[in-house]
């Protein structure tokens, strides 16, 4: 794997190796010294052009856990602001020979652009509402860490659909995993066509209990603003997940962060069935994993081989018996 | 009217023969072959193939197998000058169109500054004077500084050379303004064209809104941004009994509604893009910023829609909204990506290659709303015939040529058939009675 810039690029087979290679870093996290040396001597870049904390400190904590250098790079304050083109931008950066760009901007498409401009691997980290694939692939690592298999899994994806990136993301990795889809939210902020990703569409949660898992999208302030809803508090009379929606047997995801008393309950985000904080540490595996795919395992111009952190010696295939 | 509204740089007359070319003027009841004689820019003689003498100092040309039509006229241009010469000025835009087999242009007004006074239009004409390789007619904003507010002096910009009026790129979205402006039309005479979009259904979109646009997660323009309008100022233009010409048509609805407007005998035209007769959003989907345009590429129901309005008359001309960007402008994320993609240069052979080689549209048809802009902006329609001045294209339907390969006449390359392998190569241009293009293997015969 070159780069990672959609899930529509991966199969299942590539979704299982990535979570398989995912679960084989997890021994790391509990370590006292929680590092191996799978990427010493290569430098990855984090270049964010939207705001993000969890996102960006996963991915850094990931990089460092295998031992790579981690340069971030914040649009804010830069010569970004100064009016710098993204090639420009990505030039200049690449002049560095950073191994891999991990890439956050809120333009659709502009992770596959920028692999035009550099040899450096690239980790789309969010394009603007078009896909975000790691928080699909770490959703995806978390269900199947809990529940074995996604198979014949009926997952509902409630909110704000037209506006995330997750959601794309997150739909196609489900299906590709074999679980069925449905998008549910207010008819303003669910696309109608959405439904040529092979999901279901409803507008409302009365068929909510048929689902294994219970999805609820983060509900931005500013859509209220731009009146795609009448008020917050209406959307939560009828979109917001709370113990009375969610049933016992139904599982909680959330991509955070959460607005508690909007789209989740402050008692079920807390509650036995949330899964939320398991994405979190989820979050950080899988993007080590997706580092490593892209850094040590593929092939191009950016494998070890080739780059200049090269002849280090640390590029076994199973990093986790080679512990720093 | 007191001035010609058309422009062009002084250049010497031709004096060619062109042997054996088949004439298809569909205008004029022409489709066979013959001799064209041009001397001093002028359509000499037209006779019989092989029967026509050169005289001495006449340029000879083979036009065996060659098809010679009236030239284009493109309604739609953006050349960019004044302000964004970096993109495209009146000498390589007038150049890029005489490639395209054009043999007079119209320029819309969205330039830096904006054409809304007498004294800015009065020295593009100046300039173009100097510098255009072909005619150019100019067009007046609608509104000053394309605000949608306050009428330009439509009379007076008329009185200096204004074929018409646009806020072309901008929609006059206040009905009362439009209204003002068709009832002033009365005094002062010139089509007013408009760029029909409602910003309040949109803003914020990027491509056309639908299952490409919500697989991408990019913001989309419903079509009924585009047709709620042209059915609304179709009846302003009515009650009016107004001139209107509609821009760009994109959709199935708009087409519809000027067909409707049509049948009540309103004075209503429109024109369709080689882009949205040859494109669907579709060609969106790997992101090219070359294909990021507006209105945006539709549906397949809609482009078949414009294929029907151009068959059947409802639209009367094909327009290439040529919009020339620099690379490093469209070098974008698309979102960020400005709009518009260059068309003078494949325009002919992008809708001969689709439509007509498939089967889809007759020659004739084709050709005449290529021709067919000029008498919807009050221009004359360049037309094969004796006593006239020389505006025609020669034409190789047979040879096969990839948009691009040798760069273009354009100052820019933002062209959406860029690459495409096409059949239909202009060979030769006459504007005005000069020869304004040659192609680059295309052989001269000195007699």
């Given at each position: 794997m070159k780069h990672l810039l959609s899930i529509e690029d991966l199969d299942r087979a590539a979704i299982e190796r990535l979570c398989d290679r995912a679960a084989s870093f997890a021994e790391v996290a509990d370590r006292p010294i929680k590092k191996v040396p799978a990427l010493r001597g290569r430098t990855v870049l984090n270049l964010f052009y939207e705001s993000s904390t969890r996102t960006r400190s996963s991915f850094e904590l990931a990089a460092k856990r295998l031992s790579a250098d981690v340069v971030n790079f914040a649009a804010s304050g830069s010569s970004v602001e100064k009016g710098e083109s993204l090639r420009d931008t990505v030039q200049t950066l690449a002049a560095h020979q950073p191994h891999a760009i991990v890439i956050r901007t809120p333009w659709a498409g502009a992770s596959k652009l920028i692999t035009q401009w550099t040899d450096a691997a690239i980790v789309n980290a969010g394009d603007g509402q078009h896909e975000h694939p790691t928080q699909a692939l770490l959703d995806v690592y978390t269900l199947r860490d809990r529940l074995g298999s996604l198979d014949g899994l009926n997952v509902w994806i409630v909110g704000d659909v037209r506006h995330s990136r997750v959601a794309r993301s997150l739909v196609l990795a489900l299906q590709t995993m074999g679980a069925t889809v449905t998008v549910a939210g207010p008819p303003t902020l669910v696309p109608q066509d959405i439904a040529v990703l092979g999901c279901q569409v409803r507008y409302s949660l009365d068929e909510l209990p048929q689902a294994d898992v219970v999805y609820a999208l983060r509900m931005q302030n500013e859509r209220m603003k731009q009146a795609y809803v009448p008020s917050l508090r209406e959307y939560a009379a009828n979109y917001q997940i709370d113990s009375r929606r969610l049933g016992a047997r139904q599982l909680l995801m959330h991509p955070g962060p959460v607005n508690r008393g909007v789209e989740l309950a402050g008692d079920v985000v807390d509650g036995p069935r949330s899964l939320i904080l398991d994405q979190v540490r989820a979050g950080v595996l899988v993007r080590m994993a997706v580092l490593y795919e892209v850094l040590a395992s593929g092939g191009g111009p950016s494998t070890p081989a080739s780059g200049p952190g090269r002849g280090r010696g640390t590029d076994h295939p199973n990093p986790e018996l080679h512990p720093a | 009217?007191?001035?010609?509204?058309?422009?062009?740089?002084?250049?010497?007359?031709?004096?060619?023969?062109?042997?054996?070319?088949?004439?298809?003027?569909?205008?004029?009841?022409?489709?066979?072959?013959?001799?064209?004689?041009?001397?001093?820019?002028?359509?000499?003689?037209?006779?019989?193939?092989?029967?026509?003498?050169?005289?001495?100092?006449?340029?000879?040309?083979?036009?065996?197998?060659?098809?010679?039509?009236?030239?284009?006229?493109?309604?739609?241009?953006?050349?960019?000058?004044?302000?964004?010469?970096?993109?495209?000025?009146?000498?390589?835009?007038?150049?890029?169109?005489?490639?395209?087999?054009?043999?007079?242009?119209?320029?819309?007004?969205?330039?830096?500054?904006?054409?809304?006074?007498?004294?800015?239009?009065?020295?593009?004409?100046?300039?173009?004077?100097?510098?255009?390789?072909?005619?150019?007619?100019?067009?007046?904003?609608?509104?000053?500084?394309?605000?949608?507010?306050?009428?330009?002096?439509?009379?007076?910009?008329?009185?200096?050379?204004?074929?018409?009026?646009?806020?072309?790129?901008?929609?006059?979205?206040?009905?009362?303004?439009?209204?003002?402006?068709?009832?002033?039309?009365?005094?002062?005479?010139?089509?007013?064209?408009?760029?029909?979009?409602?910003?309040?259904?949109?803003?914020?979109?990027?491509?056309?809104?639908?299952?490409?646009?919500?697989?991408?997660?990019?913001?989309?323009?419903?079509?009924?941004?585009?047709?709620?309008?042209?059915?609304?100022?179709?009846?302003?233009?009515?009650?009016?009994?107004?001139?209107?010409?509609?821009?760009?048509?994109?959709?199935?609805?708009?087409?519809?509604?000027?067909?409707?407007?049509?049948?009540?005998?309103?004075?209503?035209?429109?024109?369709?893009?080689?882009?949205?007769?040859?494109?669907?959003?579709?060609?969106?989907?790997?992101?090219?910023?070359?294909?990021?345009?507006?209105?945006?590429?539709?549906?397949?129901?809609?482009?078949?829609?414009?294929?029907?309005?151009?068959?059947?008359?409802?639209?009367?001309?094909?327009?290439?909204?040529?919009?020339?960007?620099?690379?490093?402008?469209?070098?974008?994320?698309?979102?960020?990506?400005?709009?518009?993609?260059?068309?003078?240069?494949?325009?002919?052979?992008?809708?001969?290659?689709?439509?007509?080689?498939?089967?889809?549209?007759?020659?004739?048809?084709?050709?005449?709303?290529?021709?067919?802009?000029?008498?919807?902006?009050?221009?004359?329609?360049?037309?094969?015939?004796?006593?006239?001045?020389?505006?025609?294209?020669?034409?190789?339907?047979?040879?096969?040529?990839?948009?691009?390969?040798?760069?273009?006449?354009?100052?820019?390359?933002?062209?959406?058939?860029?690459?495409?392998?096409?059949?239909?190569?202009?060979?030769?241009?006459?504007?005005?009675g000069v020869v304004a293009y040659r192609e680059r293997s295309f052989a001269v015969h000195a007699a």
């Open positions: - | 009217m007191s001035l010609d509204p058309l422009v062009r740089a002084p250049a010497q007359d031709a004096d060619v023969l062109l042997r054996r070319v088949h004439v298809l003027d569909p205008r004029a009841g022409i489709d066979a072959p013959h001799d064209v004689l041009v001397r001093a820019g002028q359509v000499a003689e037209i006779g019989a193939p092989g029967t026509l003498e050169a005289p001495a100092g006449t340029e000879e040309v083979d036009g065996e197998g060659k098809h010679l039509f009236p030239g284009f006229v493109d309604p739609h241009v953006h050349l960019r000058t004044p302000g964004q010469e970096h993109k495209e000025d009146l000498e390589t835009g007038t150049r890029s169109a005489a490639a395209g087999g054009y043999c007079a242009v119209v320029a819309m007004p969205n330039t830096s500054p904006v054409v809304d006074s007498s004294s800015l239009l009065g020295s593009l004409r100046d300039l173009a004077s100097r510098l255009a390789r072909i005619p150019v007619g100019f067009t007046a904003a609608i509104t000053l500084g394309l605000e949608g507010q306050h009428l330009t002096e439509m009379a007076e910009l008329r009185q200096a050379g204004a074929v018409g009026f646009t806020d072309d790129g901008r929609p006059v979205t206040d009905a009362g303004v439009l209204r003002k402006a068709l009832q002033y039309q009365r005094l002062c005479g010139g089509v007013i064209a408009l760029h029909e979009e409602d910003p309040a259904l949109s803003a914020g979109g990027s491509m056309r809104e639908g299952s490409v646009s919500a697989r991408l997660g990019i913001a989309g323009v419903p079509w009924l941004s585009e047709s709620t309008m042209v059915a609304r100022d179709a009846a302003i233009a009515g009650y009016e009994d107004g001139r209107l010409h509609f821009q760009h048509l994109s959709c199935v609805a708009s087409v519809d509604a000027l067909r409707d407007a049509k049948a009540r005998g309103f004075k209503v035209s429109g024109e369709a893009s080689p882009h949205h007769l040859c494109l669907t959003h579709e060609a969106v989907r790997d992101l090219d910023t070359s294909m990021k345009m507006n209105p945006p590429l539709g549906f397949e129901e809609d482009r078949q829609a414009l294929i029907e309005g151009v068959r059947d008359g409802t639209i009367e001309t094909i327009a290439t909204d040529h919009a020339p960007h620099a690379r490093d402008e469209k070098e974008m994320p698309f979102e960020q990506a400005p709009m518009g993609t260059t068309g003078l240069e494949s325009a002919f052979a992008a809708v001969y290659s689709e439509l007509v080689r498939p089967g889809v549209l007759p020659l004739d048809i084709v050709v005449d709303r290529l021709i067919g802009g000029a008498a919807l902006m009050g221009l004359p329609t360049p037309t094969v015939a004796v006593g006239e001045r020389a505006n025609l294209c020669l034409v190789d339907l047979e040879r096969a040529w990839t948009v691009g390969e040798h760069g273009y006449e354009s100052k820019s390359g933002n062209c959406c058939f860029h690459g495409r392998r096409f059949h239909g190569r202009v060979l030769m241009t006459l504007a005005d």
